[in-house]
């Protein structure tokens, strides 16, 4: 079983609002991923990273950032919460370097946002 | 555009079988993905088909047919616990993973 922890699990914010949500995974997983779900959705890929100092913008970006300092860290941060922000926020991790590129995605229990 | 799709719903019978189809159109393919995700939980991966034919494990069963663009999720003996969402995930010539919207299984006692 993957060792994947997301916090905050729930979150509730007004609009305007900075936020961060924390990713951490204990596996030593090069890559991490940030996916947005709304119910009875498609996940839809928000950031990547392929390692550390790593980032990539992925089909939701344009509202978020993230950071890959850490290995084992991958947080992603919302400059200014708004209501179309609410959903649940996947994260996950794979254990492969850049030439494993089917390897099994690890997800982190998720968070789920709500903005006021 | 890519595109993956799936029923939206299906229902099922306990210890029936059921078959969850995933047709799907990329830029390229380089694996075809099914996970299993419970209400509100995060998806769990089930198996990985890039080659075509049939892979078992258990009572899950995923086939793939790349000349189709199409793959199917065989569920055997239904226990309560199979419900859930079933994801289909194709990673295209990118390597980035496109989903599809998932089935929601409804078994039925």
């Known amino acids: 079983e993957a060792d994947i922890y997301q916090t905050p699990r729930y979150l509730v914010i007004g609009t305007g609002k900075k936020i961060t949500l924390e990713c951490s995974q204990t596996?030593?997983?090069?890559?991490m991923y940030w996916y947005q779900q709304d119910p009875g959705m498609e996940l839809h890929l928000i950031h990547y990273?392929?390692?550390?100092?790593?980032?990539e913008k992925g089909d939701l970006s344009s509202e978020s950032t993230v950071s890959r300092i850490r290995t084992e860290h991958f947080p992603l941060t919302l400059e200014s919460a708004r209501p179309s922000h609410t959903s649940q926020y996947l994260c996950?991790?794979?254990?492969?370097?850049?030439?494993?590129?089917?390897?099994?995605?690890?997800f982190g229990p998720g968070t789920r946002l709500t903005v006021l | 555009g890519q595109n993956i799709d799936q029923p939206t719903e299906m229902t099922a019978t306990e210890g029936a079988i059921v078959q969850i189809n995933c047709t799907y159109q990329?830029?390229?393919?380089?694996?075809l993905f099914w996970y299993q995700q419970h209400a509100g939980e995060a998806p769990t991966f089930l198996s990985y088909?890039?080659l075509d034919g049939l892979e078992e494990k258990g009572r899950f069963s995923s086939f793939l047919s790349r000349s189709k663009g199409y793959s199917y999720l065989l569920l055997k003996e239904l226990q309560m616990k199979d419900s859930a969402s079933y994801l289909c995930?194709?990673?295209?010539?990118?390597?980035?993973?496109?989903w599809g919207a998932g089935t929601k299984l409804i078994i039925k006692p």
């Open positions: 996950a991790s794979t254990p492969g370097g850049l030439e494993s590129h089917t390897d099994t995605q690890y």
């Open positions: 596996m030593g997983h090069d890559k």
């Open positions: 990273s392929y390692g550390v100092n790593s980032t």
């Open positions: 990329t830029s390229g393919f380089n694996g």
């Open positions: 088909n890039v």
């Open positions: 995930a194709v990673m295209d010539s990118n390597y980035q993973l496109i």
